[in-house]
């Protein structure tokens, strides 16, 4: 009789079981469906999307060129003038930058999401919520950041496999750089960042720093004090720098390079002593290519590397 009764039981329990069963099923196919998924950036900030964002603006041309190689969908960029790899995106409407956002432009172009800068728009992200978009922090003080910007873009993009090529790609470099070393002189290096009336000595821990660092170079301020308000950045000791005497004298600049060398160079002919020292007695005093120095390259840091080693390694050679 008891057996009966449990077969019995069980009978009118399978259609119970089976809906519950379809009920879970649906549920992830729902969620699969909408390819929900969330990536954690460089703020700490987990971020959730319902599918790929199919409208997104930057802050930043480094970025602009990530996002872009990626495949991301940009309705706005900034206002930044174009390198010639992005020259496609000139009519991209223009939103601003990380020091400044246009908040009317980014309401009109209805963005699903804001890239810009941890340091530079964290206290931006809660009036980007406000206009109904997501923001996505990161930085690149290093080359290593640059790798992990892709892979956090490459998440959010769900192109894991591009941006691991990308990564890879980078990885190459640096390795192909790294042979490239063995045996070489040492190569001693100022590196300024510069405004007209402003210099400052990059740090290893800066971008341009750390690309010194990975091309063999001796960063001559290595061991400067930083600024409290630039951490990357040291204010510039003549005394020191003729010391260290310096093979080259590299200048970098948001705006525009020549103008900028031309006041470095006013500035040293104030002091005599810097006639003293090897990069000016060899006309080695260079500006470098503001899309590539000046802020972060993206991609093209490959690039950057590149025209450092041609710039040391080839003058090594014909001396």
């Not at 519950?20 to 700490?44: K, L, Q, W, Y």
């Amino acid at each position: 009789m008891n057996r009966q009764l449990t077969f019995v039981l069980l009978i009118m329990l399978i259609p119970i079981i089976i809906s519950c069963s379809n009920v879970e099923i649906n549920a992830s196919e729902d969620r699969n469906g909408d390819m929900t998924h969330s990536i954690t950036d460089f703020s700490n900030e987990s971020i959730s999307f319902n599918g790929v964002p199919e409208r997104i603006v930057v802050l930043s041309n480094g970025d602009l060129d990530m996002i872009t190689a990626l495949g991301g969908k940009v309705v706005g960029r900034p206002n930044a003038s174009l390198p010639d790899s992005l020259v496609e995106l000139t009519d991209v409407e223009q939103i601003g930058s990380t020091h400044e956002i246009d908040l009317e432009k980014v309401t009109y172009v209805q963005p699903e999401i804001v890239i810009g800068h941890t340091q530079m728009n964290l206290g931006d992200r809660p009036t980007i919520e406000s206009l109904g978009a997501k923001m996505v922090l990161s930085h690149a003080q290093s080359v290593t950041d640059i790798q992990e910007q892709l892979q956090l873009f490459g998440e959010m993009l769900q192109q894991e496999d591009k941006a691991n090529q990308l990564i890879n790609s980078i990885d190459e470099k640096v390795e192909e750089i790294a042979q490239l070393q063995k045996g070489a002189d040492e190569i001693r290096v100022l590196l300024i960042y510069g405004a007209p009336g402003t210099y400052m000595a990059a740090l290893p821990n800066s971008l341009s720093g750390h690309m010194l660092e990975l091309v063999g170079a001796h960063n001559i301020a290595s061991d400067f004090p930083s600024l409290e308000a630039f951490p990357q950045y040291a204010q510039l000791n003549s005394e020191r720098i003729v010391e260290a005497d310096p093979h080259y004298i590299l200048l970098m600049s948001h705006g525009d390079s020549e103008t900028v060398k031309e006041g470095f160079i006013k500035e040293m002919e104030q002091n005599a002593a810097w006639n003293q020292i090897t990069a000016v007695q060899n006309n080695a005093v260079d500006v470098l290519p503001n899309d590539l120095f000046g802020s972060n390259p993206g991609t093209r840091i490959t690039e950057a590397l590149d025209l450092l080693v041609k710039m040391f390694y080839s003058n090594e050679e014909q001396s």
